[in-house]
Antibody, heavy 119, light 107 residues
């Protein structure tokens, strides 16, 4: 069974940092492109970042470019998102999601981890 | 960036109704479109990929259509479990973008 389990969220002050993690199981993690997608309270889904299977290709939404860094450790079946210089508008549930066959459709998602940015 | 616009934003319907949600792209995305169902407190669920391909395990009452800039998600006979928010997503080019969502409510 495919499972994605996020962790690392929490309450942080504006300007602060967090490292989000996503541990994968039930599939060959090293062969899949992975993504982070977020949902702010009362808002829709927003794609944040993608990383290819071997970390050669990395993409970011403009809203996080220069502040967030995606990475992965295939030996540990883990995906990460380092989130820096946090703003109130980064408050959201952050989901990791698997890319379906390298196409861009996201076929498995975790339950999400909540990041709250507040003084 | 490619903008995705869904309509309507909210849809009130009854069990057994046929419902259709529309998604328009600001430029052609060929058939690189997915549809998701999302319920509060749960992970989003992929329903349709490549505009019209039904994801494994998804009931056949869901169907997708369209190409280029105009797409539809149809539920042929609405079931109680289908009351949720639905999103389209383009993956023709980065940044991937989602529509704003369509909330399907009980009438």
């Amino acid at each position: 069974e495919v499972q994605l389990v996020e962790s690392g969220g929490g309450l942080v002050k504006p300007g602060g940092s967090l490292r989000l993690s996503c541990v994968a199981s039930g599939f060959t993690f090293r062969t899949f492109t992975m993504n982070w997608v977020r949902q702010a309270p009362g808002k829709g889904l927003e794609w944040v970042s993608s990383i290819s299977s071997g970390s050669s290709y990395i993409y970011y939404a403009d809203s996080v470019k220069g502040r967030f860094t995606i990475s992965r450790d295939n030996a540990k079946n883990s995906l990460y998102l380092q989130v820096n210089i946090l703003r109130a508008e980064d408050t959201a549930v952050y989901y990791c999601a698997r890319d379906f066959g390298g196409s861009g459709a996201l076929d498995y998602w975790g339950q999400g981890t909540l990041v709250t940015v507040s003084p | 960036d490619i903008q995705m616009t869904q309509s309507p934003s909210t849809l009130s319907a009854s069990v057994g109704d046929r419902v259709t949600i529309t998604c328009r792209a600001s430029q052609s995305i060929d058939s690189w479109l997915a549809w998701y169902q999302h319920k509060p407190g749960t992970a989003p669920n992929l329903l349709i990929y490549r505009a019209s391909s039904l994801q494994s395990g998804v009931p056949s009452r869901f169907s997708g259509g369209g190409s280029a800039t105009e797409f539809t998600l149809t539920i042929s006979s609405l079931q109680p479990d289908d009351f949720a928010t639905y999103y389209c997503q383009q993956y023709n080019s980065y940044p991937w973008t989602f529509g704003q969502g369509t909330k399907v409510e009980i009438k």
